[in-house]
């Protein structure tokens, strides 16, 4: 579900620079055409149910509950046994001092990691270098030369890109694991970025190397995309305690969207400092950075019920070597 909302986020690029490219349309419609889909998510959040753990948690409603349970889960599922664990939980909570709940319950140490890992996951989302191709890819290539109506229609393949590798991420990432997916595809789109920035640096970065700079860009999108992307919101729902999760996923939101205005703020003034290869390759370190934070501390999460994340975190027992044992 929460890679539904990823793949709308696709979908949105991939109309957006559409719309922009043929320019069919005045940026005014453009912009108010945006009330459409959120009508419809309106609607359809109308016919959204509880979540069964609020629905246990805050108001004791466990029938109500199990109605949920056995609409979501698939026939055969052992709903009771599910029930039994969210309502343990529920008294321990109620035993649970305020202080460990919401905001002041950040400050715990069992769940820092949890924090640590969330937040970084967000922060290289960003870092990844994915906003700095979307935002900007049209403009960086005019500035090297490029005709504007040519680098509108790459944006309109790297958006294409983008959204299909969202459909494969989607259909993939429980059977694959998401530590194990995002360590696979986190150096393709390194590599993505080092050749770009390589091809810019030694001066083939114009209208004479469309192939390589355009294959370079695709690359980067199709590992990007279909692995480091995925996780940025899809840990946030995951892998925070109850007692702390929306404090925990406000933190998380806001550390993405923070990094994400960082480098819409900073990018061309970078680009003005260094040159555009240079930025790239800087980038690129960030991806080779992520790989190395992936692999030390997020662990497989693929698989795992919310109680079981929290009951390895109350043990201190978050490394990914710890989730492999058990």
Known sequence: LVLCFQLAIGAGIVIATIVGASEAVSWRVAIGAAAAPALLMLLGQLRLPESPRWLILRHGRKDRAREVLE?????????????DEIAGLARQQEDTDRAERGWRGLRQPWVRPALIVGCGIAAFTQLSGIEMIIYYAPTILTDNGFPQADALRISVALGV?????????LWVVDKVGRRRLTLVMVPGAALGLFALGALYVTGHGTRAYVPAIVGCLLAFMFFNAGGLQLMGWLTGSEIHPLSVRSAAT???SATLW???????LTLLTMINAFGVGQVFWIYALFNVAAWLFVWRRMPELTGRSLEDIERHLKERKFRPRDFARS
């Open 258 to 264: 923070s990094t994400n205005l960082l480098i819409t």
């Open 161 to 169: 890109v983008y959204l299909v590798m969202m459909i494969v991420g």
């Open 250 to 252: 406000s933190v998380q």
């Open 71 to 83: 609409e979501l889960r698939p026939e055969g599922h052992d709903v009771a046994a599910e029930l």
